[in-house]
């Protein structure tokens, strides 16, 4: 060592000081930005795409997947946090969850012992069936995430606004922007819940079918708004449950708009058997939170008389409607008629060309496979193909129990179009799987043209109504005969038995065994 070496030593000992200092410095730069919740958003910028699909809903999400497939550069905006839209995240798939395993509750409570099992001590563990619901949502939503990666579709999570024919702009969910150019735009925007006018959804004790599917404890006493098909199904979840459950309807039949009425007459007395109260040809003025629960005051339509009836949870659903309002479609000059529908022609273009609208934004039922279908026929139709689309043979199902599912034409609609018809039906009761389930509850009726004996629509009530339903989509989409399906060889003994007895005794009078 030499007279030099202290003086290296002091040196590094003042850069090492020099060096914690600007660690500490930028360690409380560090912590008062984020005291300050300092955040840069960013902007980006997709160009040269094909497609825009708004929505990821069930016609949305398949629209952009066919697109993708036929390959066009496609991007799907969704303004929730996952995908799936309605249907997979407060609609059709957590409901049918809670629908199955409350059927399940439900028969361990109350038909176990009449089919030799024996069980004790049932009880309901609801945070367990709402994680089971949450379950099935999650691998859905989920499942789309990896389709749309599968397929290379670009995801932006965001609310969309439609600036001109050829952009959209979308306010991104962290807070950015990403603007979008494309050749074309197709709206998929789907459905919200109808408000009642004067009552106030809090989610809690007054719900719509969202809060439904998520409330914290049984109630005791539930009202339900409308006894259609979102009202008995919802409402068999919380009366398997132990809520006792009346249903006001302002129509005289339950079931909704469309349904044949002697199918409503039947799923109505299995519902009323099962416990559920009906008021139908009722019409609700006024409901408020009282301290004994929430006070519905409803009149009888043809009787004048009004009556009071109080809850622990009030369930509105008297129905949706399209959601377009926010897209901006006056930008462009979008036509939209009063009831906030996109009126488009057979290749699903609205009055701008390259604008497109499919599923509950456009007219007709608003379901999810009707949407599905017309995502991918829209998007053929983009890329050179004829569109086509038979709504008659789009079925509808109510997924209570029993089931109710339809296709083609009521005979309510065939006497009201003039059209010569005879009618075929065969009891659940008399089949034969129906009688080893124990499960008997219910019919199918076949509608078939007086002349040509061409199917005009089928009605089933049954347990797996649902699944029976599409064999007779099949039929009416090829233009089958009550004789054709008759004559198709079923296998025994299946509830499918049923579906040709029905059509045996609309071609020939009589079924074989009943």
Known sequence: SGPGTNTISKLQSSQKLETHRMLCLKSALKHIAARNSFRCFSSSTISDADLVVIGSGPGGYVAAIKAAQLG?????????????????????????????????????????????????????????????????????????????????????????????????????????????????????????????????????????????????????????????????????????????????????????????????????????????????????????RTPEGIKVVAENIKKGKTEELVSDVLLVCIGRRPFTSGLGLDNIGVTVDARGKIPVNERFQTNIPNVYAIGDVIDGPMLAHKAEDEGIICVEGIVGGVPHINYDCVPSVIYTHPEVAWVGKSEEQVKEAGIPYKVGSFPMAANSRSKTNQDTDGLVKVISHKETDRLLGVHIVSSVAGELINEAALALEYGASSEDVARVCHAHPTVSEALKEACVAAYAGKPINF
């Open 72 to 288: 066009l550069k496609t991007v799907c905006v969704e303004k929730g946090a996952t995908f799936g839209g309605t249907c997979l995240n407060v609609g059709c798939i957590p409901s049918k969850a809670l629908l199955n395993n409350s059927h399940y509750y439900h028969a361990a409570k109350h038909e176990f012992a009449s089919r030799g099992i024996k069980v004790d001590n049932v009880e309901v563990d609801l945070p367990g069936m709402m994680k089971a619901k949450s379950d099935s949502v999650s691998a859905l939503t989920g499942g789309i995430a990896m389709l749309f990666k599968k397929n290379g579709i670009i995801s932006v999570h965001g609310h969309g606004t439609i600036t001109t024919p050829n952009q959209v702009i979308v306010a991104n969910n962290d807070g950015g922007r990403t603007t979008i150019n494309t050749n074309n735009i197709m709206i998929a925007t789907g459905s919200e819940v109808t408000p009642f006018p004067g009552i106030e959804i809090d989610e809690e004790t007054i719900v719509s079918s969202t809060g439904a599917l998520s409330l914290q404890k049984i109630p005791k006493s539930l009202t339900l708004i409308g006894a259609g098909v979102i009202g008995v199904e919802l409402g068999s979840v919380w009366q398997r449950l132990g809520a006792k459950v009346t249903a006001v309807e302002f129509l005289n039949n339950i079931g909704g708009v469309g349904i044949d009425l002697e199918i409503a007459k039947s799923l109505q007395r299995s519902l009323t058997k099962q416990g559920m109260k009906f008021k139908l040809g009722t019409k609700v003025h006024t409901a408020e």
